[in-house]
């Protein structure tokens, strides 16, 4: 694998929402670059993409699948994400290493919540993508309109392919950059009845193109063309500086327009040299080179049946080495590498060395988790870490049989370092475990591995909702003060604090403003660690308190008094007082939903969901289902699932995810005080 260049290397990924072909799609990329035997199908269960029993079992992706194979010369890694809501971070943190991902659309049902989110979270890390508008073969597809929905989603797609024929008479596709056809019987001639669309929609790939650069549109204005060697020239800088998203078209099950597919992937997403340059956490450029100091992402935690527990990297530069040791520069830690493998599904290659672009595993590395940085021990430039999503919703989880306690404990462990989109902690109120995801799914589904894994069974109670605290105005000069004097020595430390309200999602933010000494430098930290441990339980109802500027103005030290406890001390009431004269408020998660249904049931589902306090944004028809987007509160959205299947006799289907907090209305929040209220009395 090794001979290839870094500007011969690529790595992308395979978006979109939930069953439109995104595995079909890799499979069939795999087959016909020769990386597989035979054509795997997830409907039967053979896909080399998902290889999880439990993915085989739903034919659904559930975490990210990556898969290195060689192809016209090239060396491609190709990431095959989940679609569904419950699953999709784990996509993203692995796009986080990637340099271009292929966005699919199903042709008959165009793009849907999941294409929109996956769509939107590319865009908003500047990555170039390319679309393809799958199962062309299906009932009811219709390429112009997927294109026309893809402009109402924002997104600039210019069509370079056309497809011939549709459903069942679908053939192949016209290839408007080489003006030529391409079917089952490999490259032909444009079929006459499409030579007039052809002619047009090339000369609307063409305009396309010169809008995006000046010297062009000059040129094509003048001449009333462009050569080929401008068109695709123009192209690849438009796609890669994300004006244009070109589309693509074809059935993935059927092996149709992925060839096409392929070669735009190569020629038009950016290899590892010709990328972004990726940047430091001083903004310096790093540049793709095998020879500078090696730093790499690890974009993935993955247990495997025969090799224990893998970190998967990309190389951002320099190279990786078997036997060698490096540097954790996110944990600060000593590391080192035994065997370099090549992914590929089930199956792991040994290689000797992986460059720039290249995606490899090691043995798991002690205390590296996913989103951390490796580098060398010296000279490796300073890389952020990938950021991993939180999880939103929380179940109360225990041991099906008594004494099973501390192996669910330790099982589940071992399934969160995998996932980090999971998170497991304790409720030291009951002693239950809390399990953490991004749905209901998510948590089942990890229920479901534990007890094939481990053989461990637990039970899952009624999910908690993650409630925040937070402020809603300014309060100054709020005094934070201990003072004890017991026996001996004593304890002093005074901190003044104001609080102020910060964006939604901005956290907390410390800011010191001691000025002559007031609290002794070295004691500020501790104020610090104080403020943020009182920040962990709120004091309305003890949900963490977010989105609060803490500014530490002034205090009062004792020269023997003081010391670090003291002032952690100071800082936690000192937080407390200002939080409740900050007149604070509850809140509460809000959920983006999507639900299909059939026509017939639509007044039913819209009052529903009114009776949830959600707020209808749209109810569309698409084919006979009929799509209804609304935002509704978390708290009113636990036990949908089963709702809806038994308001729809089953026939209705949803997709959830977080979309951001709200203040939680006063019945709600008085309702949710007095509960926590009832606890702690309760524990008292
Ligand atoms: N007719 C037709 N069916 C297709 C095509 N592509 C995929 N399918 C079928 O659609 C179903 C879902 O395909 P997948 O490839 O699993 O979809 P996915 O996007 O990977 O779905 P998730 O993993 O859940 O995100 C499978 O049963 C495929 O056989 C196509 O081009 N034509
Ligand atoms: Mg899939």
Redo the contacts with the bound molecule.
Sequence with gaps: MKDVKVNDTHCFA?I????????????SFLHRAGATASLG???EGT?H??TLPE?KE?????TSSIFGFDYAGKHLTLV?????SN?QADGRIALRALDGAIL?V??ASGPKV?TQRMWQFCRTQEMPMLAFI?????ERSDFAAVIDALKEMGANPVAVTLPIGHADSFKGVVDLLNMNAVTAAGEVEIPSELAAAATDARAQLVEAVAECDDTLLEKYLEEGELTDADVVQGLVLATRARQLMPVYC?????E?GVETLMQAAIQLLPSAADREPWKTIDDESVAADPDAPFAALVLKTVIDRYAGTLSAFRVVSGTARPDSNLLNLTRDQKVRFGKLHLLRGEEHVEVDSAGPGDIVAVAKLKTTHTGDVLGAEKGAPKLPEIPIPQGVISYAISAKSKGDEDKVYASLGRLVEEDPTLHLGREDSTGEFLLTGMGELHVRITVQKLQRMFGVDVELKRPKVPYRETITRRAEHVEGKLKKQTGGKGMFGVCYLTVEPKPRGEGIEFVDEIKGGSIPRSLIPAVEKGIYAACEAGPLAGYPVVDVRVHCIDGKHHAVDSNEMAFKLAGSFGLKAAVQQARPILLEPVMDVEVSIPGSFVGDIMGDLSSRRGRVQSSEARGSTQVIQAQVPMSEMLEYASQLTSMTGGQGEFHMEFSHYDESPSHVRDKIIAEARAGQAEDA
Aim: hydrophobic letters at 35%; proline letters at 2%; aromatic letters at 2%.
């Design positions: 395979l979109g929402h939930t069953g439109d072909g995104k595995t079909s799609l890799g499979e199908i997830v409907s896909a993409l998902t993915e739903r034919q659904s992706t559930l095959d994400t989940p679609g569904d699953f699919l199903s042709a999941g799958n199962a062309m073969d299906k074809g059935a993935a099950t059927a149709l």
